[in-house]
């Protein structure tokens, strides 16, 4: 009878349970975000904070822009710290250590907080003018930051490996065919960058940050993310697609299908599920085995305007605490913290 009156409870908020054995959340609450478009979340190491990032083209002509970068309270919901900014926020991230957060924005900057103080410790070009910045990543040990973009006014985009500790550039690469980077992501043991733009992945020895192994994909985009023990890489596309490879092989081991545009993928903490986002307002945990699906979750009216619009949009946006245990998604004006068991 317990189990009957919880998976109902799970139909009304608009979970499609596919094996009720096999996956379960339940919603803890909700963090209202107001009026400002959404396009980015991540959880400090401690899993005790959630950073938020976005902003709002305005004027008549929507020829001016601001971005906001918010840190909440995981437990209690409550906002921390709300930090106004002259660009939209594209992208957020933690680093390993928790001192400092990283956001990346549509003008080709990157700016470091200092977590504890929220005072702003350095301004990183990350991009050249008028580029956006479309995804942060710190390296393992918190040492180094990968950036990369593109997507702006030339549509060239560009891969940059910051020293943190001297603010030095230690390397940068265009990409393959003068290509946008949408998404970069290290491996777990810090010696790997995957990059991935449209139509290619390319993994990057971070010393020097030559190519060692191209995975090729048709003509996709999405962001990426490693299996926690780094054997895995997974990556969303615009066709609806989710790939995942052996990064020791190189080759495809799954191919998960979807009906829309998968935009954020992530792995539970523990190597036991790989969760997708979509346009189309739905989070789906697999088995990364098998390719089984095991739960969609559908909420109600999803997300947000997309970053720097103001038409409705359904672009989902997901992140993890290192624990595994809290999973934020955004819908609508807010987002949504989940207890996933």
């Not at 495809?252 to 190597?271: D, G, I, R, S």
């Not at 997708?276 to 789906?284: I, L, P, S």
């Amino acid at each position: 009878m317990r189990k009957r009156k919880l998976v109902m409870c799970l139909l009304c908020l608009g979970i499609g349970l596919v094996n009720a054995n096999a996956q379960q959340v339940t919603l803890l609450r909700t963090l209202q975000h107001g009026n400002d478009g959404l396009s980015s979340l991540a959880f400090s190491p401690d899993g005790k904070t959630l950073a938020v990032g976005g902003g709002r083209w305005t004027g008549p002509n929507a020829n001016a822009e601001y971005g906001v970068l918010s840190t909440w309270n995981v437990e209690t919901g409550q906002q921390r710290r709300t930090l106004r900014l002259n660009s939209i926020v594209s992208c957020v991230a933690f680093s390993p250590n928790g001192k400092v957060l990283a956001n990346g924005d549509m003008k080709g900057k990157v700016r470091l907080w200092n977590v504890q103080s929220g005072k702003l410790l350095r301004t990183l070009i990350g991009q050249s003018e008028g580029e956006v910045v479309s995804s942060v990543a710190f390296s393992p040990d918190s040492k180094m930051l990968a950036v990369g973009g593109g997507t702006g006014l030339s549509a060239r985009g560009e891969l940059r490996l910051w020293d943190l500790q001297t603010g030095k550039l230690k390397w940068s690469q265009v990409p393959v065919d003068d290509n946008t980077v949408e998404s970069v992501a290290f491996s777990p043991d810090g010696e790997t960058l995957a990059v991935g733009g449209f139509g290619y992945v390319t993994l990057h020895d971070i010393r020097n940050g030559k190519a060692k192994r191209t995975l090729t994909q048709d003509k996709l985009a999405g962001n990426m993310a490693f299996s926690p023990d780094g054997k895995l890489l997974a990556r969303g596309s615009h066709k609806g697609l989710v790939t995942l490879w052996s990064v020791g092989r190189g080759q495809q081991t799954l191919t998960l299908k979807h009906p829309n545009v998968v935009w954020m993928v992530a792995f539970t903490p523990h190597n036991i599920r790989l969760v997708t986002g979509t346009y189309a307002n739905a989070v789906r945990f697999w088995d990364v085995q098998t390719g089984k699906l095991l739960l969609n979750l559908k909420g109600t009216e999803p997300d947000v305007h997309p970053p720097g619009s103001d038409e409705s949009g359904s672009q989902v946006w997901l992140a993890f605490s290192p624990d595994g245990k809290t999973m934020a998604v955004n819908y609508a004006k807010a987002v949504r913290l989940w207890r996933v068991k």
